[in-house]
C-alpha cells in the first residue's frame, strides 16, 4: 500500500511540474512581446525583450525623427537594416536605460511592425517616408534624468 501511495504522489507532482511548464511557456514565448526602450540618450527603440542571458532587445526597430520631412517626421527603422550592417539584437546596459515599457498588441507601432517586418531603409540610411508612424511626436521629450 505504500509503494502505490508513493508512486500516485509521483505521478500527480509530474502533472503539476508538466501543467506549470505548459503555463510558463503560453505566457512567456507564445506570442512576441514588443517593448519601447528609452535610452538616457534620447534614443527609442522598439523590441522583443531579452532578459537572460544579457538584457537587450531582438528583433529591434529603431525610431527616426526627420525634421525636413513635414508630412511623416516620424518613421521607424529595423536595426539590422542600417547601413553598418549590425545584427538584429542590442545589448542594453542598464544604467542607460531611462524606462520601458510593454506595448500593447493593439498599439500603432506593434501593427506597423506586424504588417511591415523587414522594414528597409534608403539608400543613405535615412527612414523610409512610406512607413511613418502615423502620429507626430509630442514637442515635448521626457528628461533623461528622470526614472
Known amino acids: 500500500m505504500k509503494n502505490v501511495n508513493k508512486i500516485l504522489i509521483a505521478i500527480i507532482v509530474v502533472l503539476v511540474l508538466v501543467l506549470a511548464s505548459i503555463a510558463v511557456w503560453q505566457t512567456w514565448f507564445n506570442s512576441p512581446s514588443y517593448y519601447a526602450v528609452y535610452l538616457r540618450t534620447g534614443d527609442l527603440y522598439f523590441g522583443e525583450l531579452s532578459r537572460f542571458p544579457s538584457f537587450g532587445l531582438k528583433h529591434v526597430y529603431m525610431l527616426q525623427v526627420n525634421a525636413q520631412n513635414g508630412q511623416n517626421p516620424v518613421s521607424i527603422q529595423k ?39 523587414d522594414l528597409l531603409p534608403s539608400s543613405t540610411g535615412a527612414p523610409q517616408e512610406n512607413n511613418p508612424v502615423s502620429q507626430e511626436p509630442s514637442s515635448s521629450r521626457p528628461e533623461a534624468g528622470k526614472k
Open 79 to 117: 536595426f539590422s537594416n542600417v547601413f553598418w550592417g549590425p545584427e538584429d539584437f542590442i545589448k542594453l546596459n542598464r544604467d542607460e536605460v531611462v524606462w520601458y515599457t510593454k506595448l500593447k498588441p493593439e498599439s500603432q507601432i506593434v501593427k506597423l511592425i506586424a504588417a511591415n517586418p
